[in-house]
């Protein structure tokens, strides 16, 4: 059974910086892109970033603006993103996905993690 559990995140302040972390178990990690997206309250949920398994390629989002880094460990199977000058926009519950394809939007993840929130006070 594939687990996707987020940790990280809480209340941080405008301008701050948080690091999101995924663990994954119930799959082969080192073959299977991997996502961050997030649901704002009555919005839809949005990509933020991901990373394929062919080389580690990273994707963003444009409202990112190279504030968000995201990586993986193939060997301690986790995720993460850290996000730095975070401003009000960017709270929401953030998730973590995983796909075995390559495409990385929220139609396309398989799996999800149940969420973590991140508010930013301004």
């Known amino acids: 059974q594939v687990h996707l559990v987020e940790s990280g995140g809480g209340l941080v302040q405008a301008g701050g910086s948080v690091r999101l972390s995924c663990a994954a178990s119930g799959l082969t990690f080192s073959k299977i892109a991997m996502g961050w997206f997030r649901q704002a309250p009555d919005q839809e949920r949005e990509f933020v970033a991901g990373v394929n398994w062919i080389d580690d390629s990273t994707y963003y989002a444009d409202f990112v603006k190279d504030r968000f880094t995201i990586s993986r460990d193939n060997a301690k199977n986790t995720l993460d993103l850290h996000m730095n000058s975070l401003q009000s926009e960017d709270s929401a519950m953030y998730y973590c996905?995983?796909?075995?394809?390559?495409?990385?939007?929220?139609?396309?993840?398989?799996?999800w993690g149940q969420g973590i929130l991140v508010s930013v006070s301004s």
């Open positions: 996905a995983a796909s075995h394809s390559p495409v990385i939007r929220p139609g396309r993840m398989e799996y």
